[in-house]
């Protein structure tokens, strides 16, 4: 009786085995059942003022002593250095973009009579330096001016209105939450009018590069000191494209 019990089950689990593999094969449950989602595409807007500007001056002096010039050049930096220091402009601000020196040349009055190559006129060497200025302050905007052109500056560009990092980021993040507001909303009238309802967002993408607006300039001296109460920062806009994935249910 023993022996018939032994073989019985001998004979049983084979066949739960085989069972348990059949239907594990029937239901595939590595098979799960495809995800839908919906796709849509939204742009997202934010606006801010700029925060910094950026002024361009250069500072010349002519001798025909060279290296007079270029002391003289030295001093006058030096001078409207520690005036900007004065008004709160930190040293990372002030940067120094070019030196320069070397003789003028003469040219005729009447064009016809030029000398070619154009020989040097003896009095006047000139030396020069290129500063940069970012001015994070507006409220000082006028004194900075003042400081340049008092000093010995002879030619201002600007003011390069932007952003700095900080702003940045944050205005950026701005406009993603837009963007993505957005996104749903369409997403959800799409869903609607599939009959379906929307999930969650399976899936985001940033399409394409943030557009910062292009730096507003002035276009001479005149226009800069005109501009000077003056530096007005208005505003830029930044724009963030999305492509995301919703979940359908």
């Not at 590595?30 to 606006?47: D, F, L, N, R, Y």
């Not at 003469?106 to 000398?115: K, L, S």
């Amino acid at each position: 009786m023993a022996y018939k019990l032994k073989a019985n089950t001998a004979l049983i689990w084979p066949l739960v085995v085989l069972a348990i593999a059949f239907g594990a094969f029937w239901q595939k449950p590595w098979q799960t059942k495809p995800q839908e989602t919906i796709s849509v595409t939204a742009e997202g807007k934010a606006q801010t003022a700029p925060n910094v500007a950026t002024i361009t001056a250069t500072v010349e002096t002519k001798n025909k002593d060279l290296d007079k010039a270029r002391a003289e050049n030295e001093q006058k930096v030096s001078t409207i250095v520690a005036k900007l220091k004065d008004l709160g402009t930190s040293e990372k601000d002030i940067k120094t973009q070019n030196i320069s020196g070397g003789p003028g040349y003469q040219v005729m009055d009447t064009p016809q009579t030029q000398i070619y190559p154009i020989p040097p006129r003896p009095n006047t060497n000139s030396f020069s330096t290129s500063l940069e200025i970012v001015i994070r302050n507006f409220d000082v905007a006028d004194e900075v001016l003042a400081v340049l052109t008092q000093n010995g500056a002879t030619n201002l560009y600007g003011p390069n209105l932007t952003l700095d990092e900080n702003a940045q980021e944050e205005i950026k993040s701005k406009a993603r939450e837009n963007a993505i507001e957005s996104a749903r909303k369409k997403a959800e009238e799409l869903a609607k009018l599939s009959g379906r309802k929307l999930g969650k967002a399976v899936k985001i993408e940033e399409a394409g590069d943030v557009i910062f607006p292009q730096p507003l300039y002035a276009q001479s001296e005149l226009d800069l000191k005109q501009k000077a109460s003056q530096i007005q920062p208005g505003e830029q806009a930044v724009t963030i494209n999305l492509a995301v994935d919703f979940e359908l249910k």
